[in-house]
């Protein structure tokens, strides 16, 4: 299963968008589909948009079972470190509790 961001646009930004994804992206994964999110032409995601999508999938999988599960393509070092910094927030949010 391929998610094509560029479909949505060059600048990808709400909560309400990332929970959309996010529900796809689980409905995928529970089918037993491997999942690549294609970022080609897009330019920039924001963190409350990569916190929904992304982040909020640590609360069902480990990171571990995620990177099983899915990979990433042609996201820019912005994209990159964004979608990183979300997931490690979440980690840190798991270990302290």
Do not use: Y
Request: include cysteine.
């Amino acid at each position: 299963m391929i998610i094509q961001f560029s479909n949505i646009g060059e600048s990808i930004g709400t909560r309400v968008l990332g929970k959309q994804i996010r529900m796809e992206i689980e409905e995928g994964i529970a089918n037993g589909k491997f999942i690549t999110f294609d970022f080609s032409n897009v330019k920039v995601i924001s963190h409350s948009f990569a916190d929904e999508c992304f982040g909020k999938l640590l609360a069902k999988w480990s990171l571990k079972e995620l990177q099983a599960k899915s990979t990433f393509k042609n996201a820019n070092g912005f994209i990159k470190k964004t979608i990183a910094f979300t997931l490690n927030e979440r980690l840190s949010e798991r270990e302290l509790a």
